[in-house]
């Protein structure tokens, strides 16, 4: 077995190339190491990566259409797990273009690749916030999505899209994830328990955006990552279209109040809080419905919020333990 990971210098894609090496699994990785955030941590998470026999990294962006095409036809790969993207709600307000070439370009280039070497599987990353203004909770893969509300949202729901079309006419099978706010080790410094956690040590205010009333279906990276491992084993079989959408969260959302309050505990100091209106972009609760999921894997969420940030705060204080101040 021979898997292409994208983003593998990512939060998940870190995390995932990981657990397919420890299970003997030969994996090729690419990122275009993008300085959307601090470049040190991702050359960090991949000299961990490194310590893998099995692992080799290619630097690669994914809307390179010779290079991609040529990494495929030299590749060989069974299976391709896509997690390259473009992340982040705000930011695609302000740099909308960026997520027109990762997101749209790029997701084409992965198909196009998958479709000349006949490979038999892809997975990819799309998101929920695809569900947009979607009112009807749990969220789940039968409701609508028709209503984005941010560039990111829609490039994601493009990114379904596209995977059904190959999916139907050259009979690859497609399984795309839709993931809600993944938390954990090696996270990322835009998301809120990284910001977090950086602010209230260095005794700074937080940012609660509609006041902290916001409810998030907290997701470990452990959890998302069991879910991939054995979601890449369930092939779609259609004759219509091997194509299939699945939510892979938590299914218990947690007030972000609530959230801090776990944050405080661990760390053992009271948060100074800047309550703030919503922003532009963001919705107000996300509520994975996850049976299907679970039903077909076997496998259910494992990691409470308190587990999981304590956990995370343990590895970010042993990360930047020589110099807090830099952290991201």
Request: aromatic residues 12%; contains cysteine; charged residues 20%.
């Amino acid at each position: 077995m021979k898997i292409l990971v994208t983003g593998a210098a990512g939060f998940i894609g870190f995390h995932v190339v990981n657990k397919l090496c420890q299970q003997g699994i030969s994996v090729v990785g690419i990122d275009n190491i993008n300085d959307y955030y601090d470049v040190k941590l991702k050359y960090a998470r991949l000299k961990e990566l490194d310590k893998n026999s099995n692992f080799h990294f290619i630097k690669l962006d994914i809307a390179d259409r010779d290079g991609v095409a040529s990494l495929f036809k030299e590749g060989k790969f069974n299976r391709v797990i896509h997690l390259a993207a473009q992340a982040g709600v705000r930011y695609s307000i302000d740099n909308p273009m960026a997520y027109a070439d990762a997101n749209l370009v790029g997701h084409l280039t992965i198909l196009e690749g998958c479709r000349r070497t006949n490979v038999e599987h892809l997975i990819y990353a799309s998101s929920s916030s695809v569900y947009g203004l979607n009112n009807k909770v749990p969220y789940s893969t039968k409701n609508s999505v028709d209503t984005p509300i941010s560039l990111y949202a829609a490039t994601k729901k493009s990114n379904e899209l596209m995977a059904h079309s190959y999916s139907h006419l050259y009979k690859i099978p497609t399984t795309g994830l839709r993931f809600f706010t993944v938390y954990g080790p090696w996270g990322r410094p835009d998301m809120a328990l990284f910001k977090f956690t950086k602010a209230i040590i260095n005794n700074e205010a937080i940012d609660l955006y509609n006041n902290g009333n916001m409810w998030r279906d907290f997701t470990y990276v452990d959890d998302i990552v069991e879910g991939i491992f054995r979601i890449q084993d369930v092939i779609p079989k259609s004759e219509k279209a091997p194509y299939k959408i699945y939510n892979i969260g938590n299914g218990q959302p947690v007030n972000l109040l609530s959230f801090v309050e776990s944050l405080e505990s661990t760390l053992g100091v009271k948060a100074h809080k800047n309550m703030l209106p919503i922003q532009p972009g963001d919705v107000y609760q996300t509520y994975a419905e996850v049976d299907e999921l679970f039903q077909i894997t076997g496998f259910k969420p494992q990691v409470t919020v308190t587990v999981g940030v304590e956990r995370f705060v343990k590895w970010y204080k042993a990360f930047y333990a020589k110099n807090l101040m830099n952290a991201g």
